[in-house]
């Protein structure tokens, strides 16, 4: 009866595998048909780094160098008999020592192995609130993201930016272990300069006679204004109408930016504060943004509605309704229904 029985075997100084037929026949079988594996899931703990764009034979080296795997050959095969290559990803990864290629192969491909923190800026945070999200979700040091928040050249900003207030785009990031404060907020205004490159925002600004400042300034008003997406192009219009009849724009938000407060009552003490950006006692825009503006808010800055309004008022915040007139009566009939609002809270 013919039997395949295993002999180890040397042959030029290297381990091979003589496959016995029977007979006394055999055929040796290569080294990389069969490389070394380590059985089961491994233990202790391991990070690990794989690079953007490295192949899965880069990867393998990568592993089998910090004792994950027993041999770059045994990834290899697996991955290739999974079809797994194209599932591999960059950034760091939380592995064990000692672990069979396919349970490697199976973390590398688990979302939760991957050791990233992701960080979610709401639209319209001011600086100071990014910083504040920024280190509780990051585990970064207020301090040390305040000191790279005031690095223009590291930030890499705007030619036009006149600091990184409304400049840290909006948006879910992915933060992995390497990662400064710097690497952080840089990234950030990439976002940004993404935005502003696909919205053209640098030509569109002198359509409506503005400098790139001021068009992310007024984005950071319309934002931090709130109300409906559908408003924001309403407000633009306001602004500028009030620009143009030499008007005050008296935003509110504005205000309460100057005092570092947020609130919907403000009152008449509010508004003669002493500070470039009251609105109310100084004409024009204000020095620069109050809060960090999003796409829909940029474009509406970029392309504001037509008609005459002159003023606004959301008179009910939790439903986000918000109301638009160019008769003073009318404003002064809204702003009633806004006190009326705010007495029942």
């Known amino acids: 009866m013919n039997r395949l029985r295993p002999v180890w075997l040397l042959a030029g100084g290297t381990a091979v595998v003589a496959v016995t037929l029977g007979l006394g026949g055999y055929v040796l079988v290569k080294p990389y048909l069969m490389p070394a594996d380590f059985d089961g899931p491994g233990s202790g703990t391991v990070t690990v780094r794989i690079d953007e764009g490295a192949t899965a034979r880069e990867i393998a080296s990568v592993l ?17 008999e999974q079809s797994k290559g194209k599932s591999l990803r960059p950034g760091y990864f939380k592995l064990r020592k000692g672990m069979s290629a396919a349970a490697a192969l199976k973390l590398l491909v688990a979302p939760e192995s991957r050791l990233v923190r992701r960080v979610t800026i709401p639209e319209g945070l001011r600086l100071t609130e990014v910083l504040d999200k920024l280190a509780k979700g990051t ?25 990184a207030e409304g400049f840290l785009f909006p948006a879910t990031y992915e933060v992995e272990p ?3 404060p710097g690497d952080v907020l840089a990234a950030m205004v990439e976002r940004y300069k993404h935005a502003a490159t696909k919205l053209d925002l640098e030509k569109k600004a002198a359509e409506v006679r503005l400098t790139p400042l001021e068009v992310v300034t007024v984005a950071s008003m ?14 633009a219009r306001v602004i500028y109408n009030r620009i143009r009849a030499r008007m005050p724009l008296q935003i509110d938000s504005t205000v309460l930016y100057a005092q570092n407060r947020r609130t919907l009552k403000v009152s008449e003490k509010d508004i003669k504060v002493q500070s470039p950006y009251n609105t109310y006692l100084r004409p024009g825009l204000p020095p620069g943004p109050i809060a960090h503006p999003g796409e829909k808010a940029l474009r ?8 005459d309004w002159l003023w606004f008022v959301t008179t009910d915040p939790e439903h986000r309704i918000t109301k ?5 009566s009318e404003f002064v009939r809204y702003r009633e229904e806004l006190n009326r609002y705010l007495r029942t809270r």
């Open 64 to 80: 089998a160098d910090a004792g994950v795997v027993a041999s770059a050959g045994s990834f290899i095969q697996v991955t290739e």
């Open 139 to 163: 585990g970064m040091r207020r301090e040390e993201l305040a000191r790279a928040a005031a690095d223009r050249q590291e930030l890499d900003l705007p030619a036009y930016a006149a600091g």
């Open 178 to 180: 390497n990662m400064t």
């Open 222 to 235: 319309l934002q931090a204004e709130g109300g409906r997406d559908s408003d924001y192009p309403k407000i």
């Open 300 to 307: 509406a800055a970029l392309h504001p509605d037509q008609g």
């Open 324 to 328: 638009f007139t160019d008769k003073e």
